[in-house]
């Protein structure tokens, strides 16, 4: 089922744990926290999180005996997109070629290289 999360942002909380779940496709709450960066955060923590996301529609559970499993509801390539749309419209008013600046200042030559020809080749299919 897809879900209609337009302009809504995972938290950092959010997106380490969603983070996760796009890694494992589901898991227990205890299986999350394990995967969690120092310190991890407590059981009711991970648990409260996963809750609000679920209600902003991004995760869904399924009961496994006495414990609930969660899973993605939105496709990590989906929410990238999204997000990748909200930084062009928020950070760099609209401008890609703005934002692929700010790219390639943060990125070795040999990779940028690499990049431009696979962007030319993106637009070139675009048209």
């Known amino acids: ?3 209609n999360i337009h302009r809504r942002r ?3 909380a959010e997106e380490e744990i969603m983070l996760i779940l796009w890694k494992r496709k589901h898991a227990l709450i205890k299986d999350i926290m394990e995967d969690c960066t120092e310190p991890r955060p407590a059981y009711n923590t991970v648990s409260t999180v996963l809750r609000v996301m679920e209600k902003k529609g991004f995760v869904g559970h399924r009961k496994v005996g006495v414990f609930y499993e969660f899973h993605p509801l939105i496709d990590k390539a989906e ?3 999204k997000l990748s749309k909200w930084l062009i419209e928020d950070y760099y008013d609209n401008s890609v070629a ?4 700010a790219c390639a200042e943060n990125c070795p030559k040999e990779a940028l290289t690499n990049s431009i020809a696979q962007i030319a080749q993106i637009i ?4």
Do not use: G, H, S
């Open 79 to 81: 929410y990238a997109k």
């Open 98 to 101: 703005d934002l692929v600046a």
């Open 10 to 12: 995972l938290t950092i």
């Open 124 to 127: 070139a299919t675009k048209n």
């Open 1 to 3: 089922m897809k879900r």
